[in-house]
């Protein structure tokens, strides 16, 4: 089952829930603050980490501004 950062359109609490895409389909998510099913969607950004690839020949920032990512 997948996890769920949600929004309560009725109180603006945020939280994250594991559900069933079915459950989410069929509005059965309620906000553990006011019990609404008016929930939205909340996207958040990912961080993902790998490793550097300095080592094959790859790129790799020194600098440390973007974590590495950024092919420099």
Same mark, same amino acid.
């Given at each position: ?11 603006? #609490?945020?939280? !994250? =829930?594991?559900? @069933? ?12 603050? %006011? ?8 996207? #958040?950004?990912? !961080? =993902?980490?790998? @490793? ?12 440390? %501004? ?7």
């Amino acid at each position: 089952m997948p996890f769920y950062d949600l929004r309560c359109k009725d109180c603006g #609490k945020e939280f !994250n =829930i594991r559900a @069933s895409i079915k459950e989410r389909e069929n509005k059965e998510i309620e906000c553990p603050s %006011c019990h609404s099913r008016e929930l939205e969607a909340v996207f #958040k950004s990912v !961080n =993902i980490i790998s @490793s550097s690839r300095s080592d094959s020949g790859g790129y790799s920032c020194s600098s440390g %501004c973007c974590g590495g990512s950024c092919g420099f």
